[in-house]
């Protein structure tokens, strides 16, 4: 800031909201600051310490129905919330702040907010994802229940956001799969195809991410070093997801300490895991303010088909798949997308080429015991954040030793 304003301070803002106070050039240095608000579509609060308590507020009428005085207002603080915007359009007002006995005008709050999205492409990113499973001590093989993978999700930016609602996806189709389509039949361009959706719960501004904190995201909120030592104590994580499975025989574990994600949509019947292999690709997306699971499911349904290909010693083919119980997440939604494969059996990207350009690995090839307890992790930049040019190749160490095993 160019001045101090000795009436006027920035005393807190809600994650979602970015604030920075008008330089005010030309104006006269003892007059009423004007403090400009830049918020996030799903809104959230904005505060100012006056140096009196005595003030009025004058929000304009034709901002009423969505800007009003917040519960944080006490003393000299003046709060303001700012409800979620639905309209699509992005929305502005001023507010006057003036002295009740004198009528003075003390400050301006100058309340942008956006009409989209709620964070932009890049602001989180995909930090680590651990999928392969670890060895047990006693046979050396991989345990088979897979519980003690995770997803770690960072916000890449210099500004606190929140997480509320954010979606997590996996490919419907299969970097594995020889897949392909008619002319005009292919929705890549415009739309990420997924039959396993999960969503971080939250009404807008409940799931505080620092900027440069990460969430971890995992299968069961267990200490799996319990059982195996190789393995780690997840019961810090974050999150975990927890499906209620149709078959007795494999039922998941929940930790009622560590809140479950939402389940929008899943196709399993049991329990979902993380592709072992890396075959499955995964997305992390926000939908726009107001956008609920009812919405989404009725209006968001992915109709249409797609050539698999077939090779193997009896020989070759390919036959036409019906897209069903699939569902459309528009790019556009889309905050950081990653392919995960096999080098050995890459076939093609279940992403479009904007979203992610390369792939990353644990895997060598589909008999690699080598890859046990090994995950992808995205490299730190000169400037100390996660780097992001939407190509794993270049953004990821495949094969990396996770981040909970080396507490960095």
Request: hydrophobic content about 35%; aromatic content about 10%; some cysteine.
């Amino acid at each position: 800031m160019k001045k101090l304003f000795a009436m006027l301070m920035i005393a807190a803002l809600a994650i979602g909201v970015t604030a920075c106070s008008d330089d005010n050039e030309g104006d006269d240095p003892k007059g009423p600051a004007t403090t400009n608000f830049n918020v996030r579509a799903r809104g959230g609060n904005v505060l100012v310490t006056l140096a009196t308590s005595d003030y009025a507020i004058d929000i304009p009428a034709d901002a009423a129905a969505w800007v009003g005085q917040s519960e944080q207002s006490e003393g000299g603080v003046v709060g303001l919330t700012v409800e979620p915007n639905a309209t699509g359009a992005e929305r502005q007002t001023t507010v006057t702040l003036s002295a009740k006995t004198t009528l003075e005008t003390l400050a301006y709050m100058k309340i942008k907010q956006s009409g989209e999205s709620d964070v932009d492409s890049g602001d989180f990113v995909i930090e680590e994802i651990f999928y392969t499973s670890n060895t047990l001590p006693e046979t050396g093989e991989p345990d088979m229940w897979y519980g003690d993978q995770y997803i770690k999700i960072r916000n890449n930016t210099d500004h606190d956001l929140y997480a509320d609602g954010m979606l997590i996806i996996g490919s419907m189709l299969n970097s594995g799969q020889n897949f392909s389509f008619y002319e005009g039949e292919d929705f890549r361009p415009e739309y990420c195809a997924t039959d396993d959706i999960y969503c971080i719960p939250g009404s807008g501004n409940d799931v505080l991410v620092k900027a440069g904190a990460s969430l971890v995201i995992c299968n069961n909120a267990q200490n799996h070093k319990a059982n195996n030592p190789n393995s780690f104590d997840l019961t810090t994580a974050d999150f975990e997801w927890f499906n209620e499975s149709t078959n007795e025989n494999y039922l998941d574990i929940d930790n009622p300490a560590v809140k479950n994600l939402d389940i929008w949509y899943t196709s399993t019947l049991t329990v979902f895991i993380l592709h072992s292999r890396g075959y499955q690709c995964y997305a992390i997306a926000m939908p726009p303010a107001g956008m609920t699971k009812e919405t989404f499911l009725k209006d968001y349904t992915l109709t249409g088909r797609y050539i698999y290909s077939w090779s193997n010693a009896a020989g070759s083919g390919s036959f036409d798949k019906t897209i069903k119980d699939t569902y459309k997440v528009p790019n556009a939604w889309v905050l950081d997308a990653v392919n995960t494969a096999i080098p050995s059996n890459y076939v093609a990207s279940p992403w479009h080429s904007s979203l992610d350009a390369g792939y990353t690995y644990c895997l060598e090839n589909p008999d690699d015991a080598t890859a046990y307890g090994l995950s992808v992790r995205r490299k730190t930049g000169t400037d100390g954040k996660l780097v992001d040019t939407n190509n794993s190749t270049n953004d990821f160490t495949p094969r990396a030793t996770p981040s909970l095993k080396t507490g960095k």
